[in-house]
């Protein structure tokens, strides 16, 4: 069979596994099964085929990052470090109207570089910083935009699951990825504070003026501002030693958890149970993120030796389009995937076919593999899939003061966040020294 027979055959398979509710694991590797079948006319070939690349696809070394980042994050959140940063940044910014969802913007940021996930923020901010929001007299659909719209940084401040991810699948460097994405994430993160500002200046009725500080604020501000001195060294040390040239990426994740599992023992929050509950934890959600590793290696491969990666590759530069023009392409199909897909799933599925293309025209893959990842956090403010939204949803449902609120206000709300993350991507594309 030609290799356009086989891509229709393949992506056609694909797309009804996948609106059937199929897993996307299970959706790759059958997918990929009958590619490689059609490619070479044997069952058995395409078992072997499939089973050596699975063998061979999360064995390297770098692949320890996952879990040991996801520990790290996991033992930040159980010593109350979230929390920490919240309040640090909230009586800074208390003298400053619409601080308190600025702080949520800062402490989302620091946060996302223990984290790396952008759910477990809009879970654990959700908790803390819309009660305080509700209380001031905060607009619901302003309150809940700033939660759902700021914790997409988890993301992109390295350390970030999606940057291991690309990197793992685009063979580029998981620690220029976590160079890479600093300078982007402070922008973004500046970006929402200027619109949560334009917010309080447009319409001031949804955005209380600021609180004076207590006494008791103004007697221990040093004391609260402080405090979560422990975890912002664990991040210099763990981050800044990838950058110097210290670490390799996964012993900064060992460091890190590490450091992390001390400061639960030096704040008191050490017991069996929630170590155990802990290592469980990241053990589950790691072994999730490996497992689809795993499947789209043998995707990969499967696209490789049916000649599509080729195929595609031609069809595009035979368009003679200007490459920033083909990038543009490509944003817009990753946001319309991220209507329908999560961000890993859509990483996962798109970095064989455009990554190649990109490299053909001598872009920097670190670049990039940036501006797809946030291009696909877009994903999670869009309806109808808008993870963060409904983790917020989730969220509130045991909360008696965010009782009533609707997804369609969360989704409202997050809006001007997702129109800041376009004007910062197309930022990025245009001024690539952003990233690079």
């Known amino acids: 069979m030609s290799p356009l027979e086989i891509a229709l055959i393949t992506l056609g398979l694909l797309l009804l596994l996948l609106f059937s509710g199929v897993h996307l694991v299970t959706t790759l590797m059958t997918t990929s099964l009958v590619g490689v079948f059609l490619v070479t006319g044997r069952m058995t070939t395409a078992i072997n085929v499939l089973s050596m690349s699975a063998w061979g696809s999360i064995r390297d070394y770098m692949f320890g990052v996952i879990p040991l980042f996801m520990l790290m994050g996991l033992f930040a959140n159980l010593s109350g470090a979230s929390k920490e940063l919240y309040d640090s940044a909230n009586l800074m910014l208390k003298k400053v109207r ?31 910083a819309l009660p305080q929001m509700l209380r001031l007299g905060y607009n619901r659909k302003v309150s809940v935009g700033c939660i759902a719209g700021s914790a997409v940084l988890g993301m992109l401040i390295p350390p970030s699951l999606l940057m291991i991810v690309y990197g793992s699948q685009a063979d580029v460097s998981i620690g220029k990825l976590f160079l890479g994405g600093v300078l982007p994430g402070i922008v973004l993160s500046l970006a929402f504070c200027v619109t949560i ?19 008791d604020e103004k ?63 990241a053990v589950s959600t790691s072994g999730a993120v490996l497992i689809l590793l795993i499947a789209a290696s043998c995707y990969s491969k499967t696209l490789s030796m049916a000649g599509v990666v080729n195929m595609f590759s031609s069809a595009i530069l035979g368009l003679s389009l200007p490459p920033v023009v083909i990038i543009l392409l490509f944003m817009v ?35 990039f593999g940036i501006v797809m990842i946030v291009a696909v956090e877009c994903g999670l403010l869009t309806p109808p899939f808008g993870m963060n939204v409904f983790t917020v949803k989730a969220a509130i449902v045991d909360m008696p003061e965010a009782r009533g609120i609707r ?22 594309i245009f001024v690539p020294q952003i990233v690079l």
């Open 98 to 128: 619409g601080g308190v969802g600025m702080a949520t913007v800062v402490a989302n940021a620091i946060f996302a570089a223990i984290t790396g996930v952008s759910i477990a923020s809009s879970a654990i901010f959700t908790k803390i």
């Open 197 to 215: 500002a334009l917010t309080a200046i447009v319409k001031p009725k949804y955005i209380p003026k600021p609180e004076p500080l207590t006494e």
């Open 219 to 281: 007697k221990n501000f040093w004391k609260i501002v402080l405090r979560p001195w422990a975890m912002l060294i664990l991040i210099f040390v763990s981050l800044g030693g990838i950058w110097m040239g210290i670490f390799t990426p996964t012993e900064a994740g060992g460091v890190g958890a590490f450091g992390a599992f001390l400061i639960v023992i030096l704040k008191g929050k050490f017991n069996w149970k929630t170590m155990k509950d802990t290592l469980l934890s």
């Open 333 to 367: 199909v990753l946001l319309l995937l991220g209507c329908i897909l999560d961000s890993t799933s859509i990483l996962l599925l798109t970095i064989p076919l455009m990554v190649p293309i990109v490299k053909s025209f001598g872009m920097d893959p670190v670049w």
């Open 407 to 428: 997804v369609e206000e969360i989704f409202s709300g997050s809006f001007p966040y997702f129109l800041t993350m376009i004007f910062v991507l197309l930022l990025m």
